[in-house]
């Protein structure tokens, strides 16, 4: 595509965005590759049998399962036994969570920045076998930008530690965490620690590389990156022989596969994987994010020109080294869901309002007392335009103006947003 980037170019890429629609909710999950609905179509058509069998076309849809197997290890830098696909990041956790061998008495450190996926399964591991939780809550800007430190973890961790667990990305501020400096620290502090991270809102901006993060357990959905909707987990060859086998009794434990996978790595989702890498190859990750760090200033430098009446939540620069284009606000005195509906009845921007499964962040951190009206969340990809963005300003400044949020007919809608 040259050195220059060409929206009409990657737009044409996605037949979904030819239509009426803005798609401005990508956090929840971006659309679809052409070259993966193909892929996808023909597998389906012609070579959707069991794995593993000696004829022709069990022989062909397992080549092509492994090759998206491999596409999605290498794409990370690991090793085709360290990973495993499965329906969803969530469901990829709480099988961990299962597996994991750990002993009563033990420590585990949790992010209350967390989507849930990366919370819930390791709280009911805590009560199953008698662990502490300790959590680790940042201690600096908590109402507006609150970030994951490393000086607030090392209080945390000790010789009892065995698992620490944290976002790459949260799914509502979209401030990236430094999980290099994160794993390293844990390391030398707690070496027997396992590092956990939840990569699903960072996987769409940019690139991947576990061996240089460090992390035992990284997980993110590709659905969120352009293809279909299946999830990886990587776990390292340390952490797994932390993990019980959840694989049938006849299995081994040679691979995640086997052990993990649970018939899970969906045949016709897997095989399509190399088409994802192949664009996001093709277009290269800085062209993507000086595409996105571009359409996420045009809407951040709208909300903060307006500091009395707008909150952002999260990194208020478009500087992408610091922040993906996940961008979440509140208007003084108005409903985050009135503002969604406020912004649909005026255009076709779709927007998105709530706690977005991050409610312990949204209450206990961020401190809305209506965790279910919540934010409102505007999301963006690479393939959104500049236009796009402009309009959905124009659109957001007249919602505001005109007082959409204090239209509380719904009896649940009547907390405005407080700060």
Not at 7 to 12: E, G, P
Not at 321 to 343: A, C, H, M, Y
Request: hydrophobic residues 40%; aromatic residues 8%.
């Amino acid at each position: 595509m040259g050195s220059a980037f060409d929206v009409s170019a990657v737009r044409a890429k996605f037949p979904a965005l030819n239509q009426k629609q803005v798609f401005m909710d990508n956090a929840g999950g971006s659309q679809v590759l052409q070259s993966v609905i193909i892929s996808i179509s023909d597998y389906l058509s012609h070579n959707n049998v069991q794995l593993g069998a000696s004829y022709p076309v069990s022989q062909v849809s397992t080549d092509k399962f492994n090759d998206g197997h491999l596409a999605g290890a290498k794409y990370i830098n690991a090793k085709p036994n360290e990973v495993v696909f499965g329906p969803s990041t969530t469901q990829l956790f709480r099988n961990v969570s299962v597996a994991l061998k750990v002993e009563p008495g033990a420590e585990i450190v949790l992010s209350n920045l967390d989507h849930e996926a990366n919370l819930a399964p390791w709280v009911q591991l805590a009560e199953w076998k008698g662990l502490t939780v300790k959590w680790w809550i940042p201690s600096k800007n908590t109402k507006s930008n609150p970030k994951l430190e490393v000086e607030d973890l090392k209080k945390l961790l000790t010789e009892k530690t065995r698992l620490v667990a944290c976002t790459h990305t949260s799914n509502i501020l979209g401030t990236i965490t430094d999980v290099a400096s994160v794993s390293k620290v844990i390391h030398e502090t707690s070496p027997k620690a396992l590092f956990c991270v939840d990569a699903v809102a960072y996987a769409p901006h940019a690139a991947i590389d576990v061996k240089a993060f460090g992390v035992d357990f990284y997980s993110f959905s590709w659905y969120k990156v352009y293809g279909p909707h299946v999830s990886m987990l990587y776990v390292s060859e340390k952490a797994q022989n932390e993990l019980n086998s959840l694989g049938h009794f006849f299995k081994t434990r040679d691979t995640l596969e086997e052990m993990l996978g649970l018939a899970a790595g969906n045949y016709e989702c897997v095989q399509s994987i190399p088409r994802v890498t192949e664009y996001i190859q093709d277009i290269g990750w800085d062209a993507i994010g000086a595409q996105e760090e571009k359409i996420q200033e045009i809407l951040l430098s709208y909300l903060r020109s307006k500091p009395d009446i707008i909150k952002i939540y999260g990194e208020p620069s478009s500087d992408r080294k610091l922040r993906v284009p996940v961008i979440s606000f509140r208007v003084k005195g108005q409903s985050s869901l009135g503002i969604t509906d406020g912004i649909e009845a005026k255009s076709h921007f779709g927007c998105r309002s709530g706690h977005f499964y991050s409610k312990r962040l949204v209450e206990n951190v961020l401190g809305i007392s209506d965790g279910d009206d919540g934010i409102v969340r505007c999301s963006l990809l690479h393939y959104n335009t500049a236009e796009e963005v402009e309009g959905l300003v124009k659109v957001l400044d007249e919602v505001i103006k005109e007082g959409a949020g204090k239209e509380v007919n719904d009896p649940e809608r009547k907390n405005v947003a407080d700060w």
